[in-house]
Each structure stands twice: as structure tokens, then as C-alpha cells.
């Protein structure tokens, strides 16, 4: 199963306003990621928390993460039609003495100008 | 600097073909990863190297996959023989460690099996 669930799957709003994303996760993590993916590229890292941090900032960005709920929360302020893209949160995940990123389905955003 | 590079961009090919997946790492980093994206099942990991090393590989679907780093600077992903749902984006990503590092993506390949 996937270790991070982003909510809603698909958020359309208007230029200018802000848009707010949500992931939550099941296990422990070390820190939680944020990707954002335009149609037909690939993955773009946007930000990373620590679990003992509860928020970051990067300049239009900022993340949340509260691990009492295990969840994390995107902010994109002011947005913009170029922040068209699907938002992804990934968390680090030990399985069978490995570790390794587990990626959400992702919040298709759509910002109308 | 350049990026993940990725090839073929798009493939187009029948079932039962073997298929070859290529990318180049960025420079100086230690680990690359494969995945593979669809809308059903979204982004999975298939197999990770650290150093060239195959380090999990828990992902990879069945022995039609096999995926290789013979070198820093190359790895290969091989499906042979494809079938129709393999048909998917496959994208390879490189870091510095494979432990809480940040990831950077290729543009992937789009795989299209008739």
C-alpha cells in the first residue's frame, strides 16, 4: 500500500488564490518529501521537512508536518497558471533492511488564469 | 550541469520484444533508482543501486525484468519478452545516498506495448 496518501486527488482552483494539499502516512518517517510533476516530465523535488521540524518555508511553498497525526500539508500561496502540475508526497520507508521513497498517487492541481 | 538523461524518450513496440530502458546519472551522484508510473497504480519503485550495487529489487514485477549498472554513469532496465501491460512511463531518478536524500528524475521513457 502506499505509505503517503495525498488528498484531494484533483483540486481546481483561480489564479491568485492559494492551494492547499494534504498527505498523510501510516509509519514512522526520518522526513517527508514533496515532488511536483508537469505533464510528460519528470518529478521535481520541491521541499523537505524533518520529522522534527513542524514547518518550512521556500518562497511560495510551505509545508507542515504534524507527526502526532502523521500528516503533512502543502501551501502554495498565491498561485499561479505555471503551478499547473500533479503535487506528490513521498516518505522514507524501511522494508526487509532497506530504505526507500514511497510516493503518494499524488493532487492533480489546475490554477485557471 | 545536465540532468537525469533518459532514452529512448518514447518506445513503441510489439509484445514478445525485448525492450531496453537507458539512462545516465548526474555526475557524482551514488545512487539511481527505477520506477515505474501508471495511472492505476501511480509511481513504484522497481529496483535501487547504491555504488552500483543492486541494493532492492523487491519491486521488480517478474524475471521478464532484469536491470543493470555496469558503470557510475550507466544503468539499463531490460524487459524481455514485453507484454501489453507493461505499457507504462518508466522513469529513473539519481541522489547522493539513497537514504533521505533528495531525488532527481529523468523525463522518463513512455512505453507503449501493442
Known amino acids: 500500500s502506499q505509505q503517503g496518501e495525498e488528498d484531494p486527488q484533483a483540486l481546481s482552483i483561480q489564479e491568485g488564490e492559494n492551494a492547499t494539499m494534504n498527505c498523510s502516512y501510516k509509519t514512522s518517517i526520518n522526513n517527508l518529501q514533496w515532488y511536483r510533476q508537469n505533464s510528460g516530465r519528470g518529478l521535481v523535488h520541491l521541499i523537505l521537512i524533518r520529522s522534527n521540524e513542524r514547518e518550512k518555508h521556500s518562497g511560495r511553498l510551505r509545508v507542515t508536518l504534524d507527526t502526532s497525526k502523521k500528516s503533512s500539508s502543502l501551501l502554495i500561496t498565491a498561485s499561479r497558471a505555471a503551478d499547473t502540475a500533479s503535487y506528490f508526497c513521498a516518505t522514507d520507508r524501511r522494508e526487509g533492511g532497506s530504505e526507500k521513497l514511497v510516493f503518494g498517487k499524488g493532487t492533480k492541481l489546475t490554477v485557471n488564469p | 550541469d545536465a540532468g537525469v538523461i533518459q532514452s529512448p524518450r518514447h518506445e513503441v513496440t510489439e509484445m514478445g520484444q525485448e525492450v531496453t530502458l537507458r539512462c545516465k546519472p548526474i555526475s557524482g551522484h551514488n545512487s539511481l533508482f527505477w520506477y515505474r508510473q501508471t495511472m492505476m497504480r501511480g509511481l513504484e519503485l522497481l529496483i535501487y543501486?547504491?555504488?552500483?550495487?543492486?541494493?532492492?529489487d523487491s519491486g521488480m514485477p517478474e524475471d521478464r525484468f532484469s536491470a543493470k549498472m555496469p558503470n557510475a554513469s550507466f544503468s539499463t532496465l531490460k524487459i524481455q519478452p514485453s507484454e501489453p501491460r507493461d505499457s507504462a512511463v518508466y522513469f529513473c531518478?539519481?541522489?547522493?545516498?539513497?537514504?533521505?536524500?533528495?531525488?532527481?528524475f529523468g523525463d522518463g521513457t513512455r512505453l507503449s506495448i501493442l
Open positions: 543501486f547504491n555504488n552500483n550495487v543492486p541494493i532492492d
Open positions: 531518478a539519481s541522489s547522493t545516498s539513497f537514504r533521505g536524500s533528495t531525488q532527481h
